[in-house]
C-alpha cells in the first residue's frame, strides 16, 4: 500500500533533524577537541617540568656507577644522555679533547645540543658537569654533584623541545671534566667548560651568546640555591624575579663567598653565566652523596624557575 504523503514528509523531516543532530554532535565533540588541544598548547613550561622525570635520568646515571673521565661507566651516561636528546629532537656533537692532568693525559668529551635545522643559531647557553669527582679508595656516585644537574638539563631538554622556537635559541651543554683530581687551578679542574670557553674565544664565537645558566648540586632535598656573590647582576635579578612568580624565592638566595665552578670560564671568555648550586650539602664529595639525600621537588622547583625565565626574561 502507497505510503501517505504527509507520512513521507514526515520521515523526511525525521531524517533531515537526525542529520541535523550527527552534525551539531560532530561540532561539538571538534569544539572539545580544539578546546583540549588549546589548552594543551597554552600549558606553560614551567608547569610541565617534571621532577620526577628528571629524578629518574639522575637515577640511570647513579645506576652506572662512579662516573670519573676516561672510565667505562662515563661513556655508558653518555650513550644514556645522546639517546634521550636524541629521542626529544636535538642533535649532540662529542666536543672530544685530551688535557694534561695530575694524573697525566687523560681524554674527555663535552656533549653539545643543539635543535632544529643546522642553520639554527642559539644565543643562551644551559649547562651541567656529568663527570664525578675521582677516588682511589671510596665509591662516589655523585647522585647531587653531577647527577642532579644533569636530570634537570635533560628533562629541560624535553620540555623545551614542545616549544620548537624557544628550544632553537638554546644550546645545552654537558661538561666532561668539571672535577679536580687534587684542587682547583688554573690547570685542574673545569676541563671541560675551559676548553669549550676556549674554543668559542679562539673561533671569536663567545660574542654569539647573550648568557647562560649553569646547574650544579640542585637535588638536596632541603634546597637552598646560593648564587655566587659575584652573579651577574642582570641574571640575578631574573632568577629572583622567576623564582617570586612561581612563589619560589625562599628558595633563592647568595652565597657568602665566590664559588669556582663550569660558570668561571664562560664569564672570563665574556658570556654572562650564573651558577644555580646549592653549596650547603653536608655529603658534598663524600660517599653519602646518594639518592636518598636528594628529591624530586628540588629538581622541580629549579627546572621550573629555569625555564620560567627563559620562557619569559632570557630573551626579552
Not at 60 to 85: C, H, N, W
Not at 192 to 213: I, M, T
Request: glycine content about 6%.
Amino acid at each position: 500500500m502507497p505510503a501517505k504523503p504527509g507520512f513521507l514528509c514526515h520521515r523526511a523531516r525525521s531524517a533531515r533533524s537526525t542529520v541535523a543532530l550527527l552534525a551539531l554532535g560532530l561540532l561539538a565533540a571538534c569544539d572539545r577537541t580544539n578546546s583540549q588541544s588549546s589548552q594543551s598548547t597554552q600549558r606553560k613550561i614551567w608547569e610541565d617540568f617534571s621532577g620526577e622525570k628528571a629524578l629518574a635520568h639522575v637515577q640511570a646515571m647513579v645506576d652506572f656507577g662512579p662516573r670519573p673521565p676516561g672510565t667505562e661507566a662515563i661513556e655508558k651516561t653518555r650513550s644514556y644522555l645522546v639517546s634521550q636528546l636524541e629521542s626529544a629532537g636535538w642533535k649532540v656533537e662529542r666536543q672530544g679533547f685530551s688535557d694534561e692532568t695530575p694524573r697525566g693525559k687523560v681524554q674527555f668529551v663535552n656533549l653539545i645540543a643543539t635543535f632544529g635545522a643546522n642553520d639554527a643559531r642559539p644565543s643562551f647557553l644551559v649547562c651541567s658537569h656529568y663527570d664525578t669527582k675521582t677516588f682511589d679508595k671510596a665509591r662516589f656516585v655523585g647522585a647531587n654533584d653531577g647527577g642532579s644537574s644533569t636530570g634537570v638539563l635533560v628533562e629541560l631538554a624535553r620540555v623545551l623541545a614542545e616549544r620548537p622556537e624557544l628550544a632553537r635559541k638554546v644550546e645545552l651543554l654537558f661538561f666532561d671534566g668539571e672535577e679536580a683530581y687534587e684542587a682547583f687551578t688554573e690547570t685542574d679542574g673545569l676541563y671541560g667548560s675551559r676548553y669549550f670557553a676556549k674554543q668559542l674565544a679562539a673561533q671569536d664565537k663567545a660574542k654569539l651568546f647573550r648568557g647562560g645558566l649553569l646547574f650544579d648540586m640542585v637535588g638536596d632535598k632541603s634546597l637552598t640555591i646560593t648564587l655566587p656573590p659575584d652573579s651577574p647582576p642582570e641574571l640575578a635579578r631574573d632568577i629572583f624575579a622567576s623564582a617570586d612568580a612561581l612563589k619560589l624565592r625562599k628558595h633563592f638566595t647568595y652565597f657568602d663567598r665566590d664559588i669556582t665552578d663550569d660558570h668561571t670560564p664562560l664569564n672570563e671568555a665574556g658570556i654572562p653565566t650564573i651558577d644555580l648550586i646549592d653549596f650547603d650539602y653536608s655529603p658534598w664529595h663524600t660517599p653519602e652523596d646518594t639518592m636518598d639525600k636528594i628529591g624530586a621537588e628540588s629538581l622541580r622547583i629549579t627546572g621550573a624557575v629555569a625555564a620560567y625565565y627563559l620562557s619569559e626574561l632570557a630573551f626579552k
